[in-house]
C-alpha cells in the first residue's frame, strides 16, 4: 500500500458504513482521515488543510442528493481535482453507468473491506476505470475489454487475477501455450505454477464441443464444455474464454469451472486451520468468505448481522458470488433469511429448488446445494445468519456442513466480542439511580431510530413523562424518599411497554418513552392510559409513607409531527405541558388544534405579567477550565416558574416571548439581573468571573442594542471584559439586518463576543470569518456523543483546532461524564460547562457555592477547585 500523507476524506449519512470506511483506511495505516456525515461537516473538518489525496462518498437511493454533494465538495478548496470513489449501497436505485463524470472509480458497500483499497491504488496509477470496466464481487470476471497497454491496467488485472476466486490461465493465443496460472487454479488442479507455464494448451485443457482453435477466436465469454488436466487425472467442467492485454501483447484469459464440485478433506482442515489460526477481528471474515467459496466449492455466501432485540434491520457484512451481476433483493424480501434470523437452521444439500418460490435469491442464483445458519452467542440469542449456495448439489456435504458449522460459530464469536465492546463504550450512559439510559444515551437511540423509520418507513411516537409535583416530595420528604419513587416509577413504566421499546430518564423527575413500530394510534394512546393508571395506585415504599405519584405524559408521533429528534421531543414536551394545564394526571397527544393555540395563548398573556409577579428567575451555571477545573465563568440562563404549571422550560417559552416581542424587555431584565449580580460577586469575591448573556435573534436586530448594553453596564458598573454576549449560530448573518453592525459596536465596547451552539448550522465558518468572535462553545449534540459517534469526536477535534488556529477560545457545552472531560481535555479545549460540574444554581446557591470555593482556597491554600 502506498502511503500517502495527504488526508482523506469520507462522507457517508449513515454511521455503520462510515465505520467501515474509516476501518479500512486506517488498517492500511493511514495518518489521516476525515470522516464527515454532509458537506457542513466536512467543511467544519477541512478548514485550512492541504489538498486531499483521496475523497469517498457514499451514494444512497438515485444519487442525486450524492452528487449535489460531490459538486459541493468540488468548491471547498482541499477537495478541488481530488480523485473521488463511489460507494453504492446495495440498495441504490442509481447504476454505476448513472455516476457523475467527476466519479474517478466506485465499489459497492459490500465490496468495501476486499476492493477499495486496490480501486484507490488504480486511482493513484493514473488509470480511471470506466464504469463498464468496474468489477464487483457480484461478477467476478477480469475486466479483460482490450485496453492500451499500461502499468495501470496491468495492475488491475493483476490485482483481479491473482485475489479473484475462480480458476484462471493467461494463454497465449498465436502460441496456444499457457503464460500463467493463477493460485486458485494451482490449488484446484494440483500442477505446480513451473509444470503449467509453457505447456501447450491442448495437454492442459480440452474443449469438448468445439475445436480450441475456434474458442480461442471467438473468445466470447461463453461456457464450453471441457476437462482439464489435475493431480487426480482430469476434472470435468465448462470454461470461457476472453481477450485480454498483458504487458503490450494480445492474450487470452480462460477462466474454468469445475462440475464435480468435489471437496477434499485437506481443503477443509486447511479452511480450518486458517480460520482458527486468525483473530477474531471481523477484518478477516471477507478472507473467509472467500476461501470457503474457494476450497468448499461454492458459489454463493454471505454473512449479515442483525440485533432483534433492538427490531432493526438487518445489516450486510460480506457477500460474494461466483456469477454475472445480480440485482440483489433486499433482506424483507429473503424468506431464508428471515428464517435463519429467527433461529432456524435450514439445511438443502441437493433440494434447495423447493424453495425458490418462497424465496426470490435462491431462484435467482440458481442454487441447487444451500446452507442457512443462525450466528448464536452464549445464550443462544441470534446476532446474525451465514448463508452458502452452490449452483450444483453439495458433492460432499459431510464435509462442507461440519466446516460451515465451525465457521457460523466463529463469526458468531466475532459478533459477540463486536457486541461487547460497544457496551463498554456505554459505560456512562446508563443512570446510576434506575439503571435505564440517560438523556446522552436516548438521543443517540433516537437518532438511530429516525434513520431506520427513513428507510423502513417506519412510525414510532415519543412520550414525554413528567412526574407532577415531585418537588414537594423532595422538599417535604427528602432526597432518600424522591429516589425510592423515582426507581419505582421507573418498574411501573418499563412494565407498560414492550421490550422493543425504550424507556429512559431524561432527567430530574423527567421520563422519555420511544413505542416503536406503531400500527394505530390507538395503541400508543392505550399504553399512555395504562400508565397513567399505573402511577394513579399509591406507592408503597420501604419504611416509608404511601404515596400518591401522578405523570402527566405528552405524545408526539414521528413522521406526522416532526422528522427530528429535537422537535418531536420539543412537540412532545408541549403536549405534555398542555396536560398539566388539564389538571395533572392525564396525557395529551401534540395537536395544533384551537385547544393548543388556546392554551399558547393563555401562556403569552401570563408571560406578559411574570417578569412583574416576580416569575422570571436568572439561574447560573459555572463554566470551568478545563484542566485546573476551577470556575473561570457562568453562564446566565433565564427559568420561568409558573404558579400553577411550576417549572417551564425555556425551549418552550422563549419561542413564545419572540413571538409576541416580550424577548426585547425580557432579554433586557435578565442582562441587568445579570450584570448586577455579577458585579456584586466580583466586589465580594474578585474572581473576575466572566458572565454569559444569550442574545436572541429579535434583540440582536435592534438598532439600539449597543445603547442598551452600554446603558446596562453603567447602571451596575460592571466592567465590559466581564460581559460575554452569547450569539447562537442558527441566526443568519444576511437575514438579521444589524448583526453585523452591533457586534462590532459591542466589541468595540469591550464586551467578548461568543458563537452559541457552534457546529449546529449551516454557517459555522462564515461566523467565525465575519463575526468579532472571542470564544466558541460546541454544541452538546456534539459532546454528548464522544465515545459514541467517532464522526462527532473527529468533529469536536477538529473544531478546537481550528478555533485555536484563528485565536478563539473554545468552551465545550454538555459535558456529563467522565470521559467527556478526558476526551477534551486531552484535545486541548479550554473551557468546560455541563452536569459534570454542576447544574444551574439559583444565585444563592451560586454564591454558596463561591463562598465554598473561597473557604477551600484560604484553609487549604490550593490553586484550584473542583466547582
Known amino acids: 500500500m502506498t502511503t500517502f500523507q495527504a488526508g482523506i476524506l469520507l462522507v457517508a449519512s449513515q454511521r455503520e458504513l462510515r465505520r467501515e470506511l474509516f476501518d479500512v483506511l486506517d488498517r492500511e495505516g493511514h495518518p489521516t482521515i476525515h470522516s464527515a456525515r454532509d458537506t457542513t461537516h466536512a467543511a467544519i473538518l477541512l478548514e485550512g488543510r492541504e489538498p486531499l489525496a483521496l475523497i469517498v462518498v457514499v451514494f444512497e437511493g438515485d444519487g442525486r442528493a450524492s452528487s449535489t454533494l460531490c459538486e459541493q465538495l468540488r468548491l471547498l478548496p482541499p477537495c478541488a481535482d481530488v480523485p473521488i470513489i463511489a460507494v453504492l449501497v446495495d440498495d441504490a436505485t442509481i447504476r454505476p453507468t448513472q455516476l457523475p463524470s467527476a466519479i474517478g472509480s466506485w465499489v459497492y458497500a459490500s465490496q468495501i473491506g476486499t476492493e477499495l483499497i486496490a480501486r484507490w491504488q488504480q486511482l493513484h496509477s493514473g488509470k480511471r476505470m470506466p464504469v463498464a470496466e468496474a468489477t464487483t464481487s457480484a461478477s467476478p470476471v477480469v475486466p479483460l475489454v482490450a485496453p492500451s497497454a499500461s502499468s495501470a491496467s496491468d495492475y488491475h488485472y493483476r490485482f483481479v487475477f491473482e485475489e479473484n476466486e475462480g480458476d484462471w490461465l493467461i494463454v497465449d493465443p498465436a502460441a496456444e501455450r499457457v503464460v500463467e496460472a493463477n493460485p486458485a487454479y494451482i490449488r484446484h488442479s494440483g500442477l505446480a505454477n513451473s509444470l503449467l507455464v509453457g505447456t501447450p494448451l491442448p495437454e492442459v485443457l480440452i474443449f469438448e464441443s468445439v475445436s480450441l482453435e475456434k474458442a480461442l477466436f471467438d473468445a466470447d465469454r461463453s461456457w464450453l464444455p471441457c476437462r482439464r488436466k489435475s493431480i487426480r487425472g482430469h476434472d470435468t467442467g465448462e470454461a470461457n474464454v476472453r481477450r485480454m492485454r498483458q504487458n503490450g501483447r494480445d492474450m487470452a484469459a480462460l477462466q474454468f469451472r469445475s462440475a464435480s464440485a468435489s471437496v477434499r478433506p485437506g481443503a477443509a482442515l486447511a479452511v480450518l486451520a486458517r480460520l482458527f489460526s486468525g483473530t477474531h477481528d471481523e477484518a478477516i471474515v471477507p478472507e473467509t468468505a472467500r476461501l470457503l467459496l474457494d476450497e468448499m466449492d461454492l458459489d454463493y455466501i454471505a454473512v449479515w448481522s442483525a440485533r432483534p432485540e433492538e427490531s432493526s434491520v438487518p445489516v450486510q457484512i460480506v457477500q460474494r458470488w461466483r456469477g454475472e451481476e445480480q440485482v440483489w433483493p433486499g433482506p424483507q424480501l429473503q424468506s431464508s433469511l428471515r428464517l435463519v434470523l429467527s433461529g432456524r437452521a435450514l439445511i438443502h444439500p441437493n433440494d434447495a429448488r423447493r424453495l425458490a418460490d418462497v424465496d426470490p435469491l435462491i431462484g435467482l442464483l440458481g442454487l441447487r446445494g444451500f446452507v442457512g445458519l443462525p450466528l448464536l452467542d452464549e445464550r443462544r440469542s441470534v446476532l446474525g445468519a451465514l448463508l452458502a449456495g452452490s449452483r450444483h448439489p453439495f458433492s460432499e456435504p459431510s464435509i462442507v456442513e461440519p466446516v460451515l458449522h465451525c465457521t457460523a460459530a466463529h463469526f458468531a464469536h466475532m459478533l459477540e466480542l463486536r457486541r461487547t465492546r460497544e457496551q463498554g463504550r456505554a459505560e456512562g450512559l446508563l443512570d446510576a439511580l434506575t439503571g435505564l439510559p440517560n438523556r446522552l444515551l436516548f438521543n443517540d437511540r433516537l437518532d438511530t431510530i429516525i434513520r431506520e423509520a427513513n428507510r423502513t418507513g417506519e412510525t ?404 484550584a477547585v473542583t466547582a
Open 460 to 863: 414510532f411516537a415519543v412520550l414525554f413523562v413528567d412526574l407532577d409535583r415531585f418537588k414537594f416530595i423532595n422538599d417535604t420528604l427528602g432526597h432518600a424518599v424522591g429516589d425510592q419513587v423515582l426507581v419505582a416509577v421507573t418498574q411501573r413504566l418499563r412494565s407498560s411497554v414492550r421490550a422493543s421499546d425504550t424507556v429512559a430518564r431524561y432527567a430530574g423527575d423527567e421520563f422519555t418513552i420511544v413505542l416503536r413500530h406503531i400500527v394505530k394510534t390507538d395503541d400508543v394512546l392505550r399504553v399512555a392510559e395504562k400508565i397513567v393508571q399505573l402511577m394513579d395506585a399509591p406507592l408503597h415504599l420501604e419504611d416509608g409513607p404511601e404515596l400518591q405519584v401522578t405523570a402527566s405524559i405528552g405524545v408526539s408521533f414521528f413522521p406526522e409531527d416532526a422528522l427530528d429528534a429535537e422537535t418531536l421531543l420539543k412537540h412532545a414536551d408541549e403536549a405534555m405541558y398542555a396536560a398539566k394545564s388539564a389538571g395533572r394526571n392525564n396525557y395529551r397527544v401534540y395537536d395544533v388544534s384551537p385547544a393548543q393555540e388556546q392554551q399558547n395563548a393563555a401562556l403569552k398573556a401570563r408571560l406578559r405579567h411574570a417578569e412583574g409577579n416576580g416569575e422570571l428567575r436568572v439561574f447560573y451555571q459555572p463554566q470551568v477550565n478545563a484542566q485546573t477545573e476551577d470556575i473561570v465563568g457562568m453562564e446566565a440562563l433565564l427559568r420561568w416558574e409558573h404558579p400553577e404549571l411550576g417549572n417551564i422550560g425555556p425551549g418552550f417559552f422563549i419561542p413564545l416571548a419572540e413571538e409576541t416581542g416580550l424577548i426585547v424587555s425580557i432579554g433586557e431584565w435578565v442582562l441587568r439581573t445579570a450584570c448586577k449580580q455579577a458585579k456584586e460577586w466580583e466586589d465580594r469575591f474578585g474572581l473576575r468571573l466572566r458572565l454569559g448573556v444569550n442574545l436572541s435573534a429579535v434583540q440582536l436586530m435592534q438598532p439600539d442594542l449597543p445603547e442598551i448594553v452600554a446603558a446596562v453596564l453603567e447602571e451596575t458598573e460592571l466592567d465590559p471584559g466581564l460581559l460575554e454576549l452569547e450569539v447562537t449560530e442558527s441566526i443568519s448573518i444576511k437575514a438579521a439586518p444589524n448583526l453585523m453592525e452591533n457586534m462590532q459596536r459591542l466589541h468595540k465596547l469591550g464586551c467578548h463576543i461568543a458563537i452559541d451552539d457552534f457546529g449546529t448550522g449551516a454557517a459555522s465558518l462564515d461566523y467565525l470569518r465575519k463575526l468579532p468572535a472571542d470564544r466558541i462553545k460546541i454544541d452538546q449534540s456534539f459532546v454528548r456523543n464522544i465515545g459514541v459517534d467517532p464522526d462527532d469526536e473527529a468533529i469536536v477535534r477538529a473544531t478546537i483546532e481550528m478555533a485555536h488556529r484563528l485565536k478563539r477560545g473554545v468552551v465545550a457545552e454538555g459535558v456529563e461524564i467522565e470521559q467527556h472531560l478526558q476526551f477534551l481535555r486531552a484535545n486541548h479545549c479550554d473551557e468546560l460547562q455541563g452536569y459534570l460540574f454542576c447544574r444551574p444554581l439559583p444565585h444563592p446557591t451560586f454564591e454558596r457555592l463561591l463562598g465554598e470555593r473561597e473557604r477551600l482556597l484560604s484553609g487549604q491554600g490550593l490553586s
